[in-house]
């Protein structure tokens, strides 16, 4: 009793009494209170047992809608749903409550905490806002190029040893940065994936005199994917985008295993993009060979469909339109699994395809001290590819047929003229080892054609072996040792023959 008593005081004097208060208490005055107080509790009691606190409704998005994960790459693969529906919440217990036992006197005299709301950070089941949905990422390529032997100075008029894909082949360069990309990327809507790609490591010409200017920054991607069906097998992309000619265009430089791309190939396309607009399709089955590849580590060429077709500009990426013609491109490939062939090609996959495009090209070109555009010239080929991943040993094989815009220096004028070229490489994959992964590699290469986005359209003469390892110690970093020995012509309709030389490469590069 004494307990009890001395428990209905502290409450009484806490929620009734005045604080100022400090008169003495009759007996039948600190009975009332008590009554008072019990009946206040036996009230509240009642109240909790009749029914749970009503929740404030939540509003939830219909059954049907979906939200999706992109992935870090434009191969992305299937989308992985997130959950939509909000799960029903269980109705609150009410507290108990005995006035003998004071813990339970403040559960039952406290309001309950409010419901979690659907889209509150905890919720398990809420629906991914659009922030998000969008991912920052990245690489930095930290080159260095060395000579050994061979031309890196000549006469006026003569061919220096240079190369169209990196401009740190000089007679005086030691590092340059080769890439330095950001990448935002991410779904907007269920059906609809943006990407946009700067690169802060352009070099821009005629800054003072002849003299270049380097870390300029250009724009590279900006498009969107609207996806056709639900499955996301096909898709239309609008916007700056690469054009699907040639498999190694459509790789990736953080993904390619030679430092550069091959000069035949990427002729056709230099700077491998255009605005305009794609039409893409990839069957499951075939996604599901890409997937697993991927998984394993592969270098694959990003996520540009099994078939595609597609329409843009045609005068290369960054330049404005030059004619009322569209260049007009199609693109198919297929991997093959090899597991039927025997044990020993358990695991094994060959793709194969061939792209095509047709265009109307205008170059420029230097008459007297004035740059101007020349006349549209049929700029058209066909490739053929295949590559037989390396698990661990595997090839990969290029080749192209055409005719384009290049420099005649008999007639000193641009012509429509044949061209072709391609390469072989043959690598190595090596998963586990003392430095961690690594894969040898040796490419030859060769181009007889012109080089359209350069003044004038100059013809290029290349032949080219290059032998290079590339470790990766750990997942983000990648290191690129290489020996180059070149034959190549100069990109210059006032430089004549072809240089030759032997070079030590090194790049290293960063994944964030």
Known sequence: ??????????????????????????????????????????????????????????????????????????????????????????????????????????????????????????????????????????????????????????????SRLRSVHDSGITDRNNFTFRRVRLVLQGDIHERVFIYIQPDFAVNVSNQAGTESRQHYTQLRDAYADVFLDDE?????????????????????????????????????????????????????????????????????????????????????????????????????????????????????????????????FRPEATFGSTTTLAQGYNDERVGLHAILYPQPFGLQAEWNWGRGPEYDPVTRSIQTRPLQGGYVQAMVKVDHSPVGPFMPYIRWQTYDGGWKVGNGAPRLDTDEVEFGIEFQPIKSVELTLAYATMRRREASISRFGRAEGDLFRGQLQINY
């Open 232 to 360: 996301r097998r096909t898709k239309l992309r609008f916007g700056q985008q690469k054009v699907p000619y040639g498999w190694e265009n459509l790789q990736s430089s953080q993904n390619r295993l030679a430092l550069d791309r091959s000069d035949a190939i990427n002729s056709g396309v230099p700077g491998e993009r255009d605005i305009g607009i794609s039409l893409y399709y990839t069957p499951w089955h075939v996604q599901r060979i890409w997937d697993r590849l991927a998984k394993g580590g592969q270098k694959l060429f990003g996520n540009y469909g099994a078939f595609g077709v597609g329409i843009y500009n045609g005068q290369t990426i960054n330049r404005i339109e030059a004619n009322n013609d569209l260049m007009t491109v199609m693109m198919a490939t297929w991997p093959f699994e090899l597991d039927g062939l025997g044990e020993i090609f358990r695991g094994q996959v060959l793709e194969v395809g061939g792209s095509a495009y047709r265009n109307r």
């Open 1 to 158: 009793m004494k307990r009890r008593l001395l428990a209905a005081l502290l409450v009484s004097s806490a929620l009734v009494l005045p604080a100022a208060s400090a008169r003495a208490q009759t007996v039948a005055e600190l009975q009332r209170q008590i009554n008072e107080l019990k009946a206040m509790i036996k009230a509240q009691a009642e109240a909790q047992a009749r029914g749970p606190r009503r929740a404030v409704p939540v509003a939830t998005r219909p059954a049907h809608a979906r939200a999706t994960d992109a992935g870090t790459f434009p191969a992305a693969g299937r989308p992985i749903e997130s959950a939509v529906g909000r799960p029903a919440a269980p109705a609150p217990v009410p507290h108990r409550f005995a006035l003998d036992e004071p813990d339970t006197w403040y559960d039952a005299l406290v309001p309950p905490a409010p419901q979690l709301l659907a889209d509150g950070p905890g919720h398990d089941a809420r629906p991914k806002t659009w922030f998000e949905r969008l991912s920052l990422r990245g690489y930095t390529q930290l080159r260095g190029n060395e000579f050994l032997s061979g031309d890196d100075t000549a006469p006026s008029g003569v």
